[in-house]
């Protein structure tokens, strides 16, 4: 019979640490890339919310406001680019957190068993079976179509 690895109750609990440890730390990333994620939110709906032109009652309402192209594009573009890299940070820290990752090679490892590695239980299995007398013919077409275009 095969022997059973005895595991002591201080191995047990040092494991134990360490593995909730190592969940905090995971959480702590998600957690603060979400809020930085949030604030560039906020921030990017005041900045749009402050160029809305509100007439008062003797202005016209559709002469907009005077402003700044550059000004507005290099908001656009700071707005953007933090609502977009939050978003993409707390999808990366998300997926990390609840497939229990913290390096890139653990990464690479779950996402090829995710997609399939390649390994032969993946691959389909040939079959030598005899072809009926239709799909023999398509087969040699095919096969003499290819050899003479080469």
Same mark, same amino acid.
């Given at each position: 019979? !095969? =022997?059973?690895? !005895?595991?002591?109750?201080?191995?047990?609990e040092?494991?134990?640490?360490l593995?909730? =440890?190592?969940?905090?730390?995971?959480?702590?990333?998600f957690?603060?890339?979400? *809020?930085?994620?949030?604030? !560039?939110?906020?921030?990017? +709906?005041?900045?749009?919310?402050?160029?809305?032109?509100?007439? @008062?009652? +003797?202005?016209?309402?559709?002469?907009?406001?005077?402003?700044?192209?550059?000004? &507005?594009?290099?908001? *656009?573009?700071?707005?953007?680019?933090?609502? !977009?890299?939050?978003? +993409?940070?707390?999808?990366?820290f998300?997926?990390?957190?609840?497939?229990?990752?913290?390096?890139?090679? &653990?990464?690479?490892?779950?996402?090829?068993?995710?997609?399939g590695?390649g $390994? &032969?239980?993946?691959?389909?299995?040939? @079959?030598?079976?005899?072809?009926? =007398?239709? @799909?023999?013919?398509? *087969?040699?077409?095919?096969?003499?179509?290819? $050899? @003479?275009?080469?």
């Amino acid at each position: 019979m !095969s =022997e059973v690895a !005895s595991v002591t109750d201080a191995q047990i609990e040092k494991f134990s640490l360490l593995y909730k =440890e190592r969940r905090k730390v995971q959480m702590m990333r998600f957690f603060g890339v979400t *809020a930085l994620t949030l604030i !560039s939110a906020r921030l990017a +709906f005041k900045g749009v919310a402050s160029r809305k032109y509100i007439p @008062t009652m +003797f202005q016209l309402n559709h002469k907009p406001p005077p402003f700044s192209y550059k000004g &507005e594009v290099v908001n *656009a573009l700071a707005y953007g680019t933090a609502l !977009s890299t939050g978003g +993409f940070a707390m999808l990366g820290f998300g997926l990390c957190w609840i497939w229990d990752v913290s390096t890139l090679k &653990e990464l690479g490892n779950k996402l090829k068993e995710l997609m399939g590695d390649g $390994s &032969e239980k993946d691959k389909l299995v040939s @079959t030598n079976m005899d072809l009926d =007398e239709d @799909t023999q013919k398509v *087969a040699d077409a095919l096969e003499a179509m290819l $050899s @003479t275009k080469k």
